[in-house]
C-alpha cells in the first residue's frame, strides 16, 4: 500500500520528552520482537512528537495523557500490526486536542500515518445518539465506509477499548452514555471482523458500566458457583487430558469461562434465573487439523453423554464473521452440563483475532502487502460465505462498503442517517428526504455553513435543505445530481411544467382566435366541446390546447371548428338561447376559460369562488357549494373571484317549486314567471309526491335581484308550499 519509504525521521526531542515512560519502554520492546529497526525508530519519533503536542494535558484520571496514545498502540501491537498503524495510534489525538495539521503531520510520517489519522480524527467527531436498532446499524455502516482503510477500525477499536478499560473516572451519566455506545456500536463492528477477544472485553466492561448493580450481583452469585462447581470441573478436565492420548489425539485442552454479558443475555433472552443457567463453564480442545477436530468430538461422546441438539458444526458450515469449531454440550458427572469447543490451532487464531490474525499469527516474513492481501481474500472469502444465509448479506454489504467504498453517509438536523451514492449532492440528499423537499430546495448548509447546492457530501456531514414555498426545481441540477430519484424527479417536474406552459399560452391563443367568431373560450358549452373533441378522436381539452401552444394545430384553424361545434349546438330548437353578451367578467380571470359550475349554477350576486382545473381554465361555483366543500382540501387550486359589474346576459338557475296538485297550477306558476320578466329554459316535474308536485324549472335571470323577484312572484301564487333554490346536491335550499 505504501508506496515509497519513508525516510526515517530526525529524533524529534524538546525539552522535558527526552525521557522514554515506562509504558513506552514496555511497548518498545514488545514491537522490537516483530519489527526492523528502523520502523521501531520511526514509532518511537511518534511518541515523542506525540508526548510534546500533549505536554500539559491530562486524562480525567491525573495521568498525563500521552499514556493513553501508548495505551492504544499497546492493543495495536497485541495485534502485531505495522508501524503506521502504531504511529497512527500514537498520534490519534493529535489533530483533535492540539493545533497539528495533517499536512505536517504527512511532513514528518509519511502520507499513509497522516491518512489514518485524519481518518481516526473524523470518527471521532461523530457521536451516536440514537437507540434505534435501524440507526445503530446505519452509523456502524458509515463508520465503516468512513474508515476506508481497515487499520484505521483496528486502531478506533483499540481507542476504545482503552476508554473502557479507564472509563471508572468519568461521571456516570457519561459513563452511561460510552457504555451504551460501545455495546451498539463497536463491540458488534469487533465481531464482524471476528475480533472475539476484542468483542467480548468491550462487552464485559460496557455490561459493567451500563448496569453496574447487575454486574456486581452477577459477578459475585458466577463467582460462588465457580468455586462449588470447581470439583466437578477439575474431574471433567483431568478425564478429557487423560482420554485424549488413549484415542492417539494430541490436544490441548483449556478450561474456559463464560462470559458474565452473555450469561445476562441467556437470562434476559429466555427468561431463566441465574440458578437454571448451568453452563457457566466450558471446556476448549484444541486440536492439529479437522480430522482430529471430528475424532476429538467421537472420543468426547464416548466418555460423556451429549445433550440431544446441542451439537453444532460451525466447521462445516462457519458462521458469518469466519468463526469455526465444533461446538457440543456434554452431561458431566452430577448431571452438569459442559459445553466444550472443539478446533484447530489456525481457527483458534481467528476466533480470537479474526481479520487481525494474519498480522498477529504470520507464518514468516511476509510483506505489508502480502499481509493485505491475505486479509483482503480473508475479507472475499467471508462475502463468498455470506451468500448463503440472511444475517451473512448484512455482513457482506459491511465489507462492501469497507472495501469498495461506493456510498456515502450524511445525517439529517435531527440526527437520522441517509445513505447516498458516492458523490451525491444536497439536491441528491432533499429528493432522499421527501420529493417536496427536493422540488423546492433553494440552498444548504453543511456541518451548519450556508455551501452551494452542486457542493459534493462527504461521510459524516450534517444537511440541512433551506426550502421555499414557491421554488422549482433548477433544470441545471441535472448537470450534478448523482441519484436515479433526484434526476427522475427533476425530469418528471420539467416536463410537466413545459406541458402546463404550452398548454397555457394555447388556451390564450385560441381565446384569442375566437374574438372573430364573437365568442370566448368560456361560452363554448361542454356540449360543443365534447363533439369538437369527438370528431377528432382527442382525448381532452387540455391535448388541444398543449397542441396549440407547441404549434402542432394552428389556432386560427381549431378555433373555426369549435364555433362551428358551438353554433351546432345552439342552433338546437328546443333551447331558448341567451344572447351572447360577451365574457362572463369575473374579476382576476383575465385571459383565462371561465366556466359556471353545473352543480351549483352561480348567478351575479352570488358569493362565489373559482378552481382553475387543469386544461379547462377557471371554472365558478357558490361559496357554499357542496362540491367545493368536499375539494376544498383537494389539489384543486382556489382562488378568490368575484363578479365584475356591467353584464350584460342571461344566467341559468334551477329553483324547486313544491305545489300542491290543483287544476291549472302549472299554468299559474308559469305566468307568474313570465310576468316576472324571466324566460323558462327547462322544466321538469315530479309527480310522485301524493297531493303534491315538485317541479325543476330552469329559469333565465339576469342575477340574484332578478332571481329572487322572481321567486316572490312563484310564491305569491295560492297552490305554491315551498320554494327555493337546488343546490349542488340537488336540494332545495
Ligand atoms: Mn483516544
Known amino acids: 500500500m505504501e508506496a515509497a519509504p519513508v525516510p526515517a525521521p530526525e529524533p524529534f526531542r524538546p525539552p522535558g520528552s527526552s525521557v522514554l515512560s515506562l509504558d513506552f519502554e514496555r511497548l518498545r520492546s514488545k514491537l522490537l520482537t516483530y519489527l526492523k529497526p528502523e520502523d521501531v525508530g520511526r514509532v518511537e519519533a511518534a511518541y515523542h512528537f506525540s508526548a510534546s503536542a500533549h505536554e500539559g494535558q491530562f486524562r480525567i484520571s491525573g495521568e498525563p495523557y500521552i499514556s493513553h496514545p501508548v495505551a492504544v498502540a499497546a492493543v495495536v501491537a497485541d495485534w502485531n500490526l505495522d508501524s503506521q498503524a502504531l504511529i497512527a495510534a500514537l498520534l490519534h489525538d493529535v489533530m483533535e486536542d492540539t ?34 436498532e435501524a440507526q445503530a446499524e446505519n452509523f456502524r455502516k458509515m463508520l465503516l465506509a468512513m474508515a476506508s482503510d481497515l487499520r484505521v477500525i483496528l486502531v478506533k ?3 476504545r477499548l482503552h476508554n473502557m478499560r479507564t472509563l471508572d473516572c468519568v461521571r456516570p451519566a457519561k459513563r452511561r452514555r460510552i457504555a451504551n455506545e460501545t455495546l451498539e456500536i463497536y463491540a458488534p463492528i469487533a465481531n464482524r471482523l471476528g475480533l472475539n477477544n476484542l468483542y467480548r472485553e468491550l462487552q464485559e466492561l460496557s455490561f459493567e458500566h451500563k448496569y453496574p448493580l447487575r454486574f456486581r450481583v452477577l459477578s459475585r452469585a458466577i463467582k460462588a458457583a465457580r468455586g462449588n462447581r470447581r470439583e466437578v470441573v477439575g474431574k471433567v478436565l483431568a478425564s478429557i487430558e487423560e482420554r485424549m ?25 429466555k427468561h431463566l434465573s441465574f440458578s437454571q443457567v448451568l453452563d457457566i463453564y466450558g471446556f476448549r480442545v484444541i486440536v492439529p487439523d479437522i480430522a482430529g477436530c471430528y475424532l476429538a468430538l467421537g472420543a468426547l461422546h464416548a466418555m460423556f453423554k451429549p445433550v440431544p441438539g446441542k451439537f453444532k458444526d460451525y466447521i462445516a458450515i462457519p458462521k458469518a464473521n469466519g468463526y469455526q469449531s465444533l461446538h457440543t454440550t456434554l452431561i458431566g458427572p452430577f448431571g ?46 467471508l462475502l ?77 456531514d450534517q444537511v440541512e435543505i433551506i426550502t ?25 417536474f420539467i416536463k410537466n411544467a413545459q406541458q402546463e406552459e404550452s398548454v397555457a399560452l394555447g388556451e390564450r391563443l385560441l381565446n384569442q382566435a375566437l374574438r372573430p367568431h364573437g365568442l370566448t373560450l368560456g361560452q363554448i358549452s361542454t356540449f360543443a366541446w365534447d363533439r369538437f373533441l369527438r370528431d377528432r378522436g382527442v382525448r381532452s381539452k387540455k391535448e388541444i390546447f398543449s397542441d396549440i401552444g407547441l404549434g402542432k394545430r394552428l389556432p386560427v384553424i381549431v378555433a373555426r371548428r369549435v364555433a362551428q361545434a358551438q353554433d ?48 379547462q381554465g377557471l371554472e365558478v361555483h357558490l361559496h357554499d357549494c357542496p362540491t367545493v366543500a368536499k375539494l376544498r382540501g383537494d389539489r384543486g387550486r382556489w382562488v378568490d373571484v368575484e363578479w365584475e359589474a356591467g353584464e350584460d346576459r342571461l344566467f341559468d338557475v334551477t329553483i324547486r317549486v313544491l305545489t300542491k296538485n290543483a287544476r291549472g297550477v302549472l299554468a299559474r306558476v308559469a305566468s307568474a314567471i313570465a310576468e316576472a320578466d324571466c324566460n323558462i329554459q ?52
Not at 481518518?119 to 451516536?128: A, P, Q
Not at 487481525?356 to 511476509?366: G, T
Not at 310522485?688 to 332571481?707: I, K, W
Request: proline share 5%; glycine share 8%.
Open 99 to 132: 493545533h497539528i495539521s495533517k499536512q505536517e503531520i504527512a511532513e514528518r510520517f509519511g502520507k499513509t500515518a497522516a491518512e489514518l489519522v485524519d481518518g481516526l480524527s473524523k470518527l471521532d467527531k461523530i457521536e451516536f445518539r440514537s437507540q434505534e
Open 157 to 159: 477499536l483499540a481507542d
Open 245 to 269: 492420548p488413549q484415542w492417539g489425539i494430541s490436544a490441548e485442552v483449556q478450561g474456559r469461562e463464560k462470559h458474565l454479558y452473555s450469561i445476562y443475555r441467556k437470562m434476559v433472552e
Open 336 to 381: 452438569t452440563p459442559v459445553e466444550v469447543q472443539i478446533r484447530t490451532r489456525e481457527m483458534h487464531h481467528i476466533a480470537e483475532a479474526g481479520v487481525a490474525s494474519h498480522w498477529l499469527y504470520k507464518e514468516d516474513e511476509k510483506t505489508l502487502t502480502e499481509l493485505q492481501q491475505k486479509t483482503h481474500s480473508w475479507l472475499q472469502s
Open 384 to 460: 463468498e460465505l455470506q451468500n448463503t444465509s440472511g444475517e451473512a448479506t448484512e455482513f457482506l454489504e459491511h465489507v462492501k462498503i469497507d472495501l469498495f467504498p461506493g456510498e456515502v453517509y450524511v445525517f439529517s438536523p435531527k440526527g437520522t442517517i441517509f445513505s447516498l451514492l458516492k458523490g451525491a449532492t444536497p439536491v441528491d440528499f432533499a429528493y432522499a428526504v421527501h420529493t417536496d423537499i427536493g422540488n423546492r430546495c433553494v440552498a444548504c448548509r453543511i456541518n451548519g455553513d450556508l455551501m452551494p447546492l452542486r457542493t459534493e457530501l462527504r461521510n459524516g
Open 468 to 492: 421555499a414555498a414557491h421554488a422549482n426545481p433548477n433544470p441545471a441540477w441535472l448537470s450534478y445530481v448523482r441519484t436515479g430519484k433526484a434526476r427522475a424527479q427533476i425530469r418528471h
Open 568 to 615: 351546432q349546438e345552439s342552433g338546437r330548437p328546443d333551447v331558448i338561447k341567451p344572447k351572447p353578451a360577451g365574457a362572463i367578467l369575473i374579476r382576476g380571470s383575465e385571459g383565462i376559460a371561465v366556466q359556471l359550475a353545473r352543480c351549483c349554477q352561480p348567478i351575479p350576486g352570488d358569493p362565489i369562488i373559482g378552481t382553475i382545473r387543469k386544461g
Open 682 to 733: 327547462n322544466l321538469n316535474m315530479d309527480n310522485e309526491q301524493g297531493a303534491y308536485t315538485a317541479l325543476n324549472l330552469t329559469l333565465q335571470v339576469r342575477d340574484r335581484m332578478h332571481l329572487a323577484h322572481v321567486m316572490r312572484a312563484v310564491r305569491r301564487v295560492p297552490e305554491v308550499v315551498r320554494i327555493g333554490r337546488l343546490r349542488g346536491d340537488g336540494r332545495a335550499g
